[in-house]
């Protein structure tokens, strides 16, 4: 079955630190998505990134970069020079097709990340 | 621009009234989500749609039915909601392929008293 741990609940920073939240995944088939989203305060869930089960390249977007190792099942996100309005709660999920491609996405239990001024 | 809209962002309902959160999507997309949102919990998948009049259960199901009589909207129903069904409720929809990020609404914020 499918899961996704964030084991981070909570993470506070001060302004221009550097912050990494963590996502590990289980999955029994080798192909898969991954995809981290940002909910800010407004509510609304904001995609960031999908990564694909055959591409371990790392990605970087401007200060948002992201680090897939399938070795030890994991997808961490970094967030370079943190800025206030990074606070918000991140959710990492996991999708995996199958032949129907109907399969829901599983989500993580998000980590609230608050960056201090 | 892609958009999905739920009717009301904040409810207060009475227990055992028949509540109805409806959602609208325009972009055509074939697959529709509701997921239900509670502190330490995270995202709870409740009902899922893929398609017109088709439905199927998620992990939490009990206590919520749904409908899909258009493709562009996906209602969920709490025929007697319960203070237990207080909760942050998200739609989001996605194009047909798996491999696709759904888009999501902004929530609906639901207490039950």
């Known amino acids: 079955a499918q899961k996704v741990t964030q084991a981070q609940t909570e993470i506070s920073v001060v302004e221009k630190e550097d912050v990494t939240l963590d996502c590990v995944y289980e999955?029994?088939?080798?192909?898969?998505?991954l995809f981290w989203y940002k909910q800010p305060p407004s509510g609304e869930l904001v995609f960031l990134i999908r990564?694909?089960?055959?591409?371990?390249q790392n990605e970087i977007s401007g200060r948002y970069s992201w680090n897939f190792q399938k070795s030890t099942s994991s997808f961490n996100f970094t967030i370079t020079a943190s800025q206030v309005v990074d606070s918000a709660v991140y959710f990492c999920a996991l999708s995996e097709p199958v032949n129907s491609g109907n399969t829901p996405l599983v989500f993580g239990k998000g980590t609230r990340l608050s960056v201090i001024a | 621009d892609v958009k999905v809209t739920q009717s009301s962002r904040y409810l207060v309902k009475r227990t055992g009234e028949k509540v109805f959160l409806e959602c609208v999507q325009d972009m055509d997309h074939e697959n529709m989500f509701w997921y239900r949102q509670d502190p330490g919990l995270g995202l709870r998948l409740i009902y899922f749609s893929y398609d017109v009049k088709m439905k199927e259960k998620g992990d939490i199901p009990e206590g919520y039915s749904v409908s899909r009589e258009k493709k562009e909207r996906f209602s969920l129903i709490l025929e007697s909601a319960s203070t237990n069904q207080t909760s942050m409720y998200l739609c989001a929809s996605r194009y047909r392929a798996n491999t696709g990020e759904l888009f999501f609404g902004e929530g609906s914020r639901l207490t039950v008293l």
């Open positions: 999955t029994r088939d080798t192909t898969y998505y």
């Open positions: 990564r694909n089960s055959f591409d371990e």
